[in-house]
């Protein structure tokens, strides 16, 4: 198990990388950070900044990474193996491909080292309130060193088996995310084209039982548009090409992810790619001509 105090380092210090950097600072971990915008690594307070993913290496136990798709993964993996101690473990969390981590993970265990995957959900917020929930996949053995790490950074951590499970349960995850989500909006919208009121509609559909996440929280939002972008619907488009690509890989039917992949290129495709993910109702008003805007609850 890792001690009270040990070297970690973070590579990727976008909106969650950045947030996990800073508590693991806080935790008193001695920590070396680095990120291809030389900002993001001098926001760090307390870290060590660094130029190269081979310096986070050479000075880390526990590397982890957060990165934007599985290519850019597999390249800081390889520049870090060049350059880790045996038996150090990277621990990427950003969501990739199952097969894409076995890889890693094979090539790692060849040159001595671990390969650990932690997927998460709870966002930019989560990463700063230490609520995020882990879905880990990888040895037992390098699991276990990393937990400690996880358990402080986060709400939740399942070791649901071995590399590749993990970023499977963040996909499946995120399908059900995203497909509630349309969901809700086109239930809404049909109820705006009809002129029924839309808080009233909301009230309906909890009472009735069939709600979801976003209907019982994210819908009190849905009048605050253009966020700062913490998730973008750029990434959401990228992450449901991801499930797609791990169906046809399992030949496990997907009508549902294909759908949801098909809307978010679509959102993107009207220029909604740097928004956040919130303004998927941008996305639905605009395919609808419906106006999406919930009254406010009444008094009492």
């Known amino acids: 198990m890792m001690s009270a105090v040990s070297t970690v380092g973070v590579v990727g210090l976008g909106n969650i990388g950045g947030a996990i950097a800073t508590n693991v600072v806080a935790d008193g971990h001695t920590t070396t950070v680095t990120d291809v915008d030389p900002a993001r690594v001098a926001a760090i307070d307390g ?30 993996a390889d520049e870090w193996a060049g350059a880790a101690a045996p038996g150090s473990i990277l621990l990427e969390l950003s969501t990739t491909l199952p097969e894409s981590n076995r890889a890693i993970a094979a090539r790692l265990a060849a040159s001595g080292h671990h390969f650990v995957e932690a997927p998460l959900t709870g966002g930019a917020i989560g990463a700063q309130n230490r609520g995020l929930v882990f879905m880990v996949g990888g040895d037992d053995e390098a699991v276990a060193r990393c937990l400690p790490l996880l358990d402080q950074l986060g709400r939740g951590t399942f070791h649901l088996g071995p590399v590749g499970t993990g970023t499977t349960m963040k996909l499946a995850n995120s399908l059900l995310a995203i497909a509630c989500t349309w969901a809700s909006l086109e239930s809404l919208s049909l109820a705006a084209a009809a002129g029924i009121d839309l808080r009233t509609a909301v009230e309906v559909i909890r009472t009735a039982g069939v709600t979801n996440f976003f209907i019982d929280r994210g819908v009190e939002g849905i009048n605050e548009r ?23 890989a399992t030949g496990v039917p997907a009508d549902i992810a294909g759908a949801a992949a098909g809307l978010l290129r679509d959102a993107v495709d009207r220029g909604l ?12 008003e605009a395919r609808a001509g419906v106006d999406l805007h919930l009254p406010q609850k009444a008094d009492g």
């Not at 900044?49 to 850019?72: M, R």
């Not at 790619?273 to 639905?284: C, R, T, Y």
Request: glycine content about 6%.
């Open 273 to 284: 790619g740097d928004h956040d993910w919130s303004d998927l109702v941008l996305a639905a």
């Open 226 to 248: 253009g966020r700062p972008a913490q998730f973008t619907l750029e990434l959401a488009a990228k992450d449901a090409g991801l499930i797609e690509e791990i169906a046809a």
């Open 47 to 76: 870290a060590t900044a660094v130029g190269s993913v081979a310096e986070v290496a050479a000075a880390s136990e526990i590397t982890l990474t957060s990165l934007p798709n599985p290519t850019v993964v597999t390249a800081v």
